[in-house]
């Protein structure tokens, strides 16, 4: 059974920094493209990041400088650390496993508020 577990999210202020963590299970993870994608209230789920099986990274402009995706493939996990958190950040944000052409997965997702 295939399974992406995220975990890490919570309340935090302006300015400040939380990691999230998305454990698989149930599928060869090395062989998988990573992302996150996040869904504000309201709005449409859009990608952050993106972290290919070579390890290749690519963020949303809009995260550029302040968020690292990184995996660790030893332990079927993948991470995104947040820093210099904006309130526009709050969103749920959601783990996505893909191998084109066909095979993907999401995460039940986890919630992120940035508020003072």
């Known amino acids: 059974q295939v399974q992406l577990v995220e975990s890490g999210g919570g309340l935090v202020q302006p300015g400040g920094s939380l990691r999230l963590s998305c454990a698989a299970s149930?599928?060869?993870?090395?062989?998988?493209?990573m992302s996150w994608y996040r869904q504000a209230p309201g709005k449409e789920r859009n990608f952050v990041a993106t972290?290919?099986?070579?390890?290749?990274?690519n963020y949303a402009d809009s995260v550029k400088g302040r968020f690292t995706i990184s995996r660790d493939n030893a332990k079927n996990t993948v991470y995104l650390q947040m820093s210099s958190l904006k309130p526009e950040d709050t969103a749920v944000y959601y783990c996505?496993?893909?191998?084109?052409?066909?095979?993907?997965?999401w995460g039940q997702g986890t919630q992120v508020t940035v508020s003072s």
């Open positions: 996505y496993a893909s191998m084109p052409p066909s095979a993907d997965y």
């Open positions: 149930g599928f060869t993870f090395r062989w998988y493209g």
């Open positions: 972290i290919s099986t070579g390890g290749r990274t």
